[in-house]
């Protein structure tokens, strides 16, 4: 009999521990190397070919007929992983350690596939696995990549519940039906779910990957950032962008050192005498978007005159955030870059002259012969900068060794460094010269996005520059690197990178020629124009989905009359809409609708073409009774009713889907007449 209108492989399910076909097995093996794709970059290289080996054995024992390895084999195989993995992070538990072990044992799971349950198990443990990747990125790329995995889990998963032989456009449509119905479920979970500070579950540290600026800064420091082009920040003004060499972003103040490490004096936050600014110009109001560092400090435009919520300005003109920044942080500041400061108090005039060892006689020797030509403090900081822009240095990403008296054979003899290099040696000749003065580590420059009108600041636009304080004026900035290299400052170090591609060098005085020689190259340029786009799409999906917080949320919910959004509020709402979800889910499912099942839809059609011959079947009709009593009425029609009868029985009720087409050309080719013949 026909039937009720269901979809064969649910109206005939296969056994509870049947043996996939060959397809599903490979689909698997397929699915598990697409989501171990998602780990490659942050798994040993070893366990990346570990489980790719495995997983190419199982697929030789399915098609090749190789033998499979028995249970002890696949027992030292976990034994010796599991005692690699602990040798190569010296723990099995944290972030690292456990998801390259459930890594690895997913590869050597392919190796004791046997039956239905086994196959499934895998399924799931591709799915958690999907969610893992996660604890590393939260990117656009990796949330697309990550749902098309899923797409193909799914699939994958219907594929093993379906019977031998059924069509692969069943299995799609049933698959993508499933993602389809979980997208209202998904949005009510994202918009309702109550909302908390932080990560929604307990991550251990090496979660958070502790990276950007530190507050210990020595000769070299700095220069670990230049490789790395991972956004550091990214923002939005308020009207027009200051120009390139007014973007100095403060981070970090640095007063105290022991020659060689320059570090932060944290008791000066507790001095009674308060840090003023008297602002000059106009203000520069911005947004910043801040990517996680496990750090509480903010970067802001000098000077910053008006902070953020949830941050407090400290000593050093600093903003610092309430807690550590674990998730993306955003928020607003006020900037004048035409400021004047307030007097020193006493600890900051001694740690603003703190000496950790006595001069060298080369350094002093050029320090007096400072004094003995200037009249004023800050003809003395002239000087010093003088120096570094007339004496032979060199701006260099790749300056040397540096022995036991960094400062003074930097000044004397290699001549060749970065930015820290000039910074930390300026500070401690303008301190011997009895001039208040610090180091200052953040970021300078960064790189304007047309496609979103915003600039990005990468960890490569780490930057260190020198204060000092001079009476009348405060604190005031200079930044010898600008003496050496002046297109450090205008340009930004992103492109100074594409200048050194093109064989450039740097030092080049000429700051117009700098910018032509660095456009130079149609194809970074298209490059880069092209990473500008990409660079606004995950903007937008870091801000509209990502950074969907408990404000976020507080605000959205007022919008439907909800004004105090407790979380027993929020569960309760989130419950009730969940529940009316489900409630039209069902009515929509279980409410009379046409067969959507071609094979019985088909049948249905041939029994159509009968009907205005006086040959309707009845309910309670099989298909071979039909066909008999319509040979009985119509001896003509006996070999084609027979025919498609035959293929109808084969198709429907022996799963032999391949017969399928057969069936539809038959029926579309069969047209009886009322009186006699075919």
């Not at 799915?127 to 995995?149: D, I």
């Not at 320090?367 to 900081?381: F, G, P, S």
Request: charged share 20%.
């Amino acid at each position: 009999m026909v039937g009720s209108v269901r979809l064969p492989g649910l109206r005939h399910p296969a056994p509870p521990d049947h043996m996939p076909s060959r397809e599903a097995v490979n689909l698997v093996l397929i699915c598990t190397l697409a989501v171990l794709a998602l780990h490659v970059t942050h798994v040993p290289l070893w366990m990346v070919l570990a489980a790719s080996c495995l997983i190419l054995w199982r697929y030789l024992i399915d098609n090749l007929g190789w033998r499979s390895p028995g249970s002890l084999v696949r027992m030292l195989l976990a034994i010796a992983m599991m005692v690699m993995v602990y040798k190569h992070y010296q723990s099995l538990l944290g972030r690292d350690p456990g998801v390259a072990m459930l890594f690895g044992l997913t590869g050597l799971k392919a190796l004791e596939l046997r039956r239905l349950r086994d196959y499934l198990l895998t399924v799931f443990l591709l799915y958690f696995l999907t969610v893992a990747a996660f604890l590393y990125s939260q990117s656009l790329w990796v949330g697309g990549y990550a749902f098309l995995v899923v797409a193909l889990t799914t699939l994958c998963l219907v594929q093993l519940n379906q019977p031998l032989g059924a069509p692969w456009t069943r299995c799609l449509r049933l698959a993508g039906g499933l993602l389809v119905k979980s997208i209202p479920l998904m949005c009510i979970l994202y918009l309702l779910f109550p909302r908390i500070q932080g990560s929604l579950w307990g991550v251990p540290i090496d979660a958070y990957g502790v990276i950007g600026l530190s507050d210990r800064v020595q000769m070299g420091s700095v220069h670990g950032l230049i490789a790395n082009d991972r956004v550091a920040f990214r923002v939005e003004f308020d009207g027009e962008p200051p120009a390139n060499r007014d973007l100095y972003w403060r981070a970090l103040v640095l007063e105290d050192t022991d020659g060689r490490v320059w570090t932060r004096r944290s008791d000066l936050d507790d001095d009674p005498v308060p840090e003023t600014i008297r602002e000059r110009g106009r203000e520069i109001n911005y947004s910043v978007t801040l990517e996680p560092h496990n750090q509480r400090w903010l970067v802001a435009l000098e000077l910053p005159t008006v902070t953020p919520a949830m941050a407090r300005r400290r000593a050093g003109y600093i903003v610092e955030a309430n807690r550590k920044i674990r998730n993306r942080f955003r928020y607003r500041v006020q900037s004048h870059l035409d400021y004047r400061t307030g007097p020193l108090s006493r600890d900051q005039r001694f740690w603003g002259l703190h000496m950790a060892k006595a001069p060298t006689p080369r350094m002093q020797q050029l320090v007096n012969d400072w004094r003995a030509v200037a009249k004023t403090q800050a003809e003395l900081v002239q000087l010093g900068f003088n120096y570094f822009r007339e004496e032979p240095f060199f701006y260099t990403l790749s300056p040397g060794d540096i022995g036991n008296n960094p400062v003074d054979e930097f000044l004397f003899e290699t001549r060749r460094g970065y930015c820290e290099y000039f910074a930390t040696s300026f500070v401690t000749l303008m301190r011997m010269a009895d001039v208040p003065s610090r180091l200052v580590v953040g970021y300078q420059g960064g790189e304007w996005n047309p496609a979103g009108n915003y600039m990005v600041i990468r960890e490569f636009d780490a930057h260190a520059w020198a204060e000092v304080w001079l009476p009348g004026r405060g604190w005031q900035r200079v930044d010898p690197t600008a003496a050496v290299a002046p297109e450090r400052v205008e340009l930004g170090f992103s492109v100074l990178s594409r200048m050194a591609q093109n064989g450039h060098a740097f030092g080049v005085l000429d700051v117009d020629a700098a910018r032509a020689a660095a456009q130079s190259n149609w194809w970074q340029r298209g490059v880069r124009e092209t990473g500008f786009y990409f660079d606004f799409l995950n903007n937008a999906w870091n801000q509209l989905i990502l950074d969907y917080d408990v404000d976020q949320q507080r605000e959205w919910l007022r919008t439907l009359g909800i004004r105090t959004p407790a979380w027993v509020v929020l569960t309760g709402t989130l419950v009730l809409v969940v529940v009316l979800l489900f409630l039209l889910m069902a009515v929509v499912m279980l409410r009379p609708r046409p067969d959507r099942d071609p094979v019985v839809a088909g049948y249905r059609r041939f029994c159509a073409k009968l009907a205005p011959l006086g040959l309707e079947r009845a309910s309670y009709e099989g298909p071979w009774d039909f066909a008999r009593r319509v040979a009985r009425a119509r001896p003509d029609l006996d070999g084609e009713v027979r025919r498609i009868t035959s293929t109808y029985v084969n198709v429907r009720y022996r799963n032999r889907f391949a017969a399928l087409p057969v069936l539809r050309r038959q029926i579309r080719q069969f047209r009886p007449t009322r009186s006699g013949g075919a």
